[in-house]
């Protein structure tokens, strides 16, 4: 743990937030707890798309891309025309790759917060049939802790792949 009270705050949050019982929730705030974020990392999909088209296309306005075109003498008027009709399709390629991006990213997302309330559901009825009094905070002390052993094993991953090697 390189920032311990960082490390500390986020084990003692996610271990807060495991207090709560989704369950508990209203339907509309568990919609929004799965549907917001995906539609969120969409939106960012698809501000990452267009930004980054506009980087490759400032390198090739001026001159300095790295992209080299492969042109046989048999097909020299075929890549002309094929470069006019990349250049003709490019509106539409980049809306249908921006949109498939984000409905990749937004439907993942979703799917793996629906999945997390199943599964939290599920976990909190396996600990009540094995007589646990207090589920809930059991589940809290493990997700605190699961988040402290993330923590201690990203850094060690860390200091062993900036080790110079010999």
């Known amino acids: 743990m390189k920032n311990v009270p960082l490390s500390l705050a986020l084990a003692a949050s996610s271990g807060l937030f495991t207090l709560q019982r989704p369950a508990d929730w209203s339907p509309r705030a568990r919609r929004s707890f799965v549907l917001i974020p995906g539609a969120a990392l969409g939106a960012i999909s698809i501000l990452a798309v267009r930004r980054g088209y506009r980087i490759g296309r400032e390198p090739a306005a001026a001159g300095t891309g790295t ?22 399709a490019s509106p539409a390629r980049k809306t249908v790759v921006a ?68």
């Open 67 to 88: 992209f080299v075109a492969p042109v046989t003498a048999g097909t020299l008027g075929a890549a002309a025309d094929a470069d006019a009709a990349t250049a003709a």
């Open 99 to 166: 949109v498939a991006g984000a409905v990749i990213a937004g439907t993942t997302a979703s799917g793996v917060l629906a999945l997390s309330l199943v599964l939290d559901e599920r976990i909190e009825i396996w600990l009540v049939r094995r007589g646990v009094a207090r589920p809930r905070r059991v589940m809290a002390v493990v997700a605190a802790l699961s988040s402290l052993l993330l923590d201690v094993i990203m850094d060690s991953k860390e200091a062993k792949d900036s080790k110079p090697r010999q």
